[in-house]
C-alpha cells in the first residue's frame, strides 16, 4: 500500500519536522500538511496544506476523502502547561480528535494512525528512575489525563475494531526550527534561545528538576520506525514508553557553559514545578528497543552543539 499522509498539526513543534521528514520519505505529493491556522508559513508554504478543524468529524472526513488519505498522524494537542489553564479545552481537543480519527479508521477510511502519548500519562504515584512500560498511572494534570484515557482508547480501537494505531510515549523534546507551545519541558528549548540572545536564563523549573528529554532528529527516527515496522512487531497497542537521556536544568548549564563560559541562569520555579515534580525522571524503554529496535543517538552535549550552532546562523 502506498502511503497517503495528512498530518494533523503539521505547524507544531514535532508536526512540522514530521512533514519534511515524511515527505523526504514518501514524496512532496503524498503528505498533506494540515493546522487549524496559518501557524508556520515555513510550513504552509512548502507543500500541500489544508487549513482543518480536526475537532469538526466532517471536516476531516472530506479532507481524508478529497486527497484518498490512508494514513494519518494525529500531531494536535493541548499540552501541560496550557491544559492547566484551560482544563475543559484541553480535554475536548484532545480527545475529540482522537475520536474522529479512530472512528475514520474503524470504518476502514484510514489503514493507519500515529497518535503521539507523553511521559505525562504517568504521576505523582509512579516510581520516578527507570520508570517501567506497566507502573502505576495516576496523572495529576489534565493533559496527562487526556494521554492516559487516550491511549485506553487506542488500545481499545485496536482489540475490538482491529485498528492499526500505534503509539509513543513523547519525553520532552528539544529542537531549534520550531519553538514548542505551552508544555512543561519547554525550558529546555527556551534556555538556548535566550543564551544565544542575552546568555541569560530565567529558568522556570528548579535547577535539580531531572526530566527525560530527546532531542528532535531522535524523536522524528522513532516515530517513522514504529510507523515501519511490521504490524506483528508492535506488540503494545495503548502506547511505547521511549527513552534518550535525562538531565536537569544544571545539567543543561554546564553544558552550554563549555561554549558561552559567561551564561548564566537563575531559577523561579513557577506553577510548571509542581508538574514537572509528578513526571518520572528517567524512562525504561526496552520494549520499544526490542519490538522495533528504537536505539537514540544525541547526548545532551551532542544536543547543546546542534542548538547552539543552528540558534547562533
Ligand atoms: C509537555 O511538557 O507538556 C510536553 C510533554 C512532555 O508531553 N512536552
Known amino acids: 500500500m502506498k502511503s497517503k499522509i495528512l498530518i494533523i498539526g503539521a505547524c507544531g513543534q514535532i508536526g512540522s519536522e514530521l512533514t519534511y521528514k515524511l515527505r523526504e520519505i514518501h514524496g512532496d505529493n503524498q503528505v498533506i500538511a494540515s493546522d487549524?491556522?496559518?501557524?508556520?508559513?515555513?510550513?504552509?508554504?512548502?507543500?500541500?496544506?489544508?487549513?482543518?478543524?480536526?475537532?469538526?468529524?466532517?471536516s476531516l472526513k472530506v479532507c481524508i476523502e478529497k486527497y484518498e488519505i490512508n494514513t494519518v498522524y494525529l500531531m494536535a494537542a493541548m499540552l501541560s502547561a496550557t491544559g492547566e489553564k484551560f482544563p475543559m479545552k484541553a480535554w475536548d481537543?484532545?480527545?475529540?480528535?482522537?475520536?474522529?480519527?479512530?472512528?475514520?479508521?474503524?470504518?476502514?477510511?484510514?489503514?493507519k494512525v500515529f497518535w503521539p502519548s507523553s511521559i505525562a500519562v504517568f504521576g505523582p504515584t509512579t516510581p520516578k528512575d527507570g520508570t517501567a512500560?506497566?507502573?502505576?498511572m495516576e496523572?495529576?494534570?489534565?493533559?496527562?489525563?487526556?494521554?492516559?484515557?487516550?491511549?485506553?482508547?487506542?488500545?481499545?480501537?485496536?482489540?475490538?475494531?482491529?485498528?492499526?494505531?500505534?503509539?509513543?510515549?513523547?519525553?520532552?523534546?528539544?529542537?531549534?526550527?520550531?519553538?514548542?507551545?505551552?508544555g512543561t519541558t519547554d525550558y529546555a528549548v527556551d534556555i538556548y534561545h535566550k543564551a544565544i540572545a542575552d546568555n541569560h536564563y530565567n529558568c522556570f523549573l528548579s535547577e535539580h528538576t531531572e526530566l527525560p528529554m530527546m532531542y528532535m532528529e531522535d524523536a522524528i527516527k522513532a516515530t517513522v520506525q514504529i510507523m515501519e515496522a511490521p504490524a506483528n512487531n508492535i506488540k503494545i497497542r495503548s502506547s511505547y514508553n521511549l527513552a534518550a537521556i535525562s538531565f536537569t536544568p544544571k545539567d543543561m548549564v554546564a553544558s552550554?557553559?563549555?561554549?558561552?563560559?559567561?551564561?548564566?541562569?537563575?531559577?523561579n520555579p513557577d506553577f510548571r514545578q509542581e508538574i514537572a515534580d509528578s513526571w518520572p525522571s528517567s524512562i525504561d524503554d526496552s520494549h520499544a528497543r526490542q519490538d522495533w529496535n528504537w536505539k537514540h543517538e544525541f547526548s545532551l552535549d551532542d544536543i547543546t552543539k546542534e542548538m547552539l550552532t543552528n540558534l547562533a546562523k
Open 256 to 267: 552550554i557553559k563549555k561554549h558561552l563560559k559567561d551564561f548564566t541562569i537563575e531559577y
Open 36 to 58: 487549524i491556522s496559518y501557524g508556520n508559513l515555513d510550513i504552509v508554504n512548502s507543500g500541500i496544506f489544508e487549513i482543518l478543524d480536526a475537532q469538526d468529524a466532517t
Open 139 to 182: 496523572p495529576s494534570t489534565v493533559y496527562g489525563i487526556t494521554k492516559q484515557v487516550g491511549e485506553r482508547w487506542c488500545e481499545y480501537y485496536f482489540n475490538k475494531y482491529g485498528v492499526d494505531v500505534r503509539s509513543i510515549r513523547y519525553p520532552g523534546i528539544i529542537s531549534w526550527k520550531t519553538l514548542p507551545g505551552g
Open 133 to 136: 512500560q506497566y507502573t502505576i
Open 93 to 111: 481537543l484532545n480527545m475529540s480528535t482522537l475520536f474522529n480519527v479512530l472512528d475514520l479508521a474503524k470504518n476502514g477510511q484510514i489503514k
